[in-house]
């Protein structure tokens, strides 16, 4: 598949105080990791996954759905590393 593919993945915030500052940076470090880009949406709202300030403007709460979506080279890793640390609440080492 030499075409660029779109990746998306829905996630549930299951931190206790929500997206504070470190989780928040922990997903803009890791989706730079990747050569794509990387939407974060909550409802209507898309920001980018690469800016801290956008991720910290979703205010996503615990409880809140997010859909995470990558677009470009490695797409599918960028969206497994991310969901990663949604399932591991974070503390993966």
Do not use: W
Request: aromatic content about 4%; hydrophobic content about 40%; overall charge negative.
């Amino acid at each position: 598949m030499s075409s660029p593919s779109v990746c998306t993945r829905e996630v549930i915030v299951n931190l206790e105080n929500g997206l504070h500052m470190s989780p928040s940076a922990q997903i803009v470090q890791t989706a730079q990791a990747y050569p794509c880009e990387v939407l974060i949406r909550k409802g209507d709202k898309a920001v980018d996954g690469k800016s801290m300030l956008d991720v910290l403007t979703l205010a996503a709460e615990k409880g809140s759905t997010l859909v995470l979506e990558a677009s470009g080279e490695q797409a599918e890793e960028a969206i497994e590393a991310l969901d990663q640390l949604f399932k591991t609440n974070f503390t993966a080492g």
